[in-house]
């Protein structure tokens, strides 16, 4: 760095302002590989601008590559054209950004090349690029310093603009059928939606403790009662858990709410919209994840909750004591310790069931006990209408036909008070407010941005399709 420093000097000893206000340029370098035909025939000249990824000195000649966002493009500086100012470009190195003013030609081994008439150096690099620049793989300095990874891995780049255009279909989806777009609150006098532990705030203004959300649940759901029938909303939340290969605690959720429809007419939603997201971003109804590889068609498969557990089980889950539910969690390898029986159902079925589950599969109907915002089974009174849907045993959409009886909904939250699970921290009088106002029959649908990126795009962690994903804060992490 003291080196760059000193260059940064002399540079500024030679009148040259090393960081300029603006940079005019007439081509983007894959608009110049688009056109180069038209543009070196009528040697017209171009300006483009770019980092440094290559230098190549040679006396009064120098050969550089730059990269903009998309691609990158040879340049050749001779004395002969630049005059003086070929002087400066001894102070240049590999990170600075530079414009450059000139005209297309091909090299004898065919590369494209402008050959530089004018030079504005953009930025000056105090820090250089990892020493392999060309194959940055520590993940350490990927995850911790994106902006290196970005600078030197394009196919990372590239994944970030895929996840940006998968997140637009989506909303393009829901925009076609009539849904509208919202926003609810982040900060939250009472957390619910959910079954997690929050993050907590103060908010001096209100003298009060607030939460950052753990779902959009029940707001949307508010407007729903409001008079609007379809609504949506792409949401930041928060929870105050582990981090592992599926879980950050900051993560990207699309909720979906559409009155006068059920879980039923919701499944039909998620599989067009599935449908619509693999033809227009991927390209292909072919999704592969790791060694596997499965088609997303109709009609996807449906299993039920409680019989596909069952049969891995000798007892019936719905009516078991919690003497084998702890039991059968032990044999598997769940601690069953500070779990509540709801919650010992739900580990025993991702460990027996859903981890197991490759092909896309509906898991429909789940236990009341472990779905307290879900509208009874109209069949069974024992389950709720809930489904999920799973690919290579990965939670990829979660949808309800949501419960809107005020009654039953204060009774499930006082249980839910009483038996001091997460997800609740007081009743919401406001919500159950909105309730006893009318909320017509609902289908309601979350889906996770961050692990349907995971499968789309064949991703192993959820580090990997976050651009900043949350690390244990560490010292002298370096790039070099």
């Known amino acids: 760095m003291d080196e ?54 040679h006396g009064k000649t120098m050969f550089m590559t730059l990269a903009d966002e998309n691609a990158g493009m040879q340049v050749y500086l001779r004395q002969d054209k630049l005059g003086d100012i070929y002087d400066i470009c001894q102070f240049f190195d590999i990170g600075d950004i530079l ?21 504005q ?76 532990t929050p993050f907590k705030t103060y908010y001096a203004a209100l003298d009060q403790e607030m939460y950052l959300r753990i779902a959009d649940e029940l707001y949307l759901k508010r407007l729903i009662v409001g008079g609007y029938e379809k609504v949506y909303e792409f949401c930041r939340d928060f929870r105050n858990e582990g981090l592992d290969r599926f879980h950050n605690p900051e993560f990207t ?16 939603l998620v599989e ?11 390209g292909s109804r072919s999704v592969a994840f ?20 069952n049969a891995h089980l000798d007892f019936d889950v719905l009516s078991a004591r919690d003497d084998l539910l702890t039991k059968a969690c032990q044999d598997h390898g769940i601690d069953p310790s ?29 236990p009341k006990v472990i779905s307290p915002l879900a ?49 609740i921290s007081e009743i919401d009088e406001d919500f159950l407010e909105a309730l006893e106002h009318g909320m017509p029959p609902t289908g309601g649908l979350g889906i996770g941005i961050d692990r349907l990126c995971m499968v789309f795009f064949n991703q192993p962690s959820i580090r990997d399709v976050l651009l900043f994903p949350q690390l244990k804060k560490v010292q002298n992490v370096t790039n070099t």
């Open 121 to 196: 150096l953009l930025a000056k690099a105090l820090r250089p690029l990892p020493e392999k620049w060309h194959g940055l793989t520590d993940v350490e300095i990927r995850y911790r310093k994106r902006f290196l990874d970005l600078i030197v891995n394009k196919n990372v780049r590239d994944f970030f603009k895929k996840r940006a255009q998968l997140i637009s279909t989506m909303r393009t989806f829901f925009d076609k059928h009539g849904f509208l777009e919202t926003e609810t609150p982040v900060l939250q006098p009472i957390y619910g939606g959910g079954t997690a």
């Open 253 to 268: 959720m699309v909720e979906a709410y559409q009155a006068y429809t059920d879980y039923h007419g919701i499944m039909e």
């Open 375 to 423: 509208k009874v089974h109209r069949a069974d009174d024992r389950l709720v209408e809930r489904f999920e849907l799973v690919m290579f045993g990965i939670e990829l959409a979660n949808a309800f036909s949501e419960l809107n009886d005020p009654v039953d909904q204060r009774k499930r939250f006082e249980e839910q008070l009483a038996n001091r699970e997460e997800g």
């Open 338 to 366: 500070a779990l509540s029986i709801g919650a010992k159902i739900d580990k025993l079925f991702g460990a027996l069931v859903q981890d197991a589950l490759v092909e896309p599969t509906f898991i429909m109907d789940y």
């Open 290 to 309: 790791g060694e596997e590889t499965v088609e997303f068609k109709r009609p996807i498969k449906r299993i039920k909750y409680v019989d596909a557990l």
């Open 272 to 282: 067009s919209l599935f449908e619509y997201i693999l033809d227009t971003v991927i």
């Open 4 to 57: 760059r420093l000193c260059k940064l000097q002399k540079l500024r000893e030679k009148g040259i302002n090393p960081y300029p206000y603006e940079f005019k340029r007439t081509h983007t370098f894959m608009e110049l590989r688009a056109t180069y035909e038209t543009l070196s025939s009528q040697q017209e000249k171009v300006t483009s601008c770019g980092r440094i990824m290559t230098i190549r000195g």
């Open 99 to 119: 414009g450059v003013t000139g005209v297309m030609f091909k090299t004898k081994t065919g590369e494209l090349t402008i050959l530089v008439e004018a030079i």
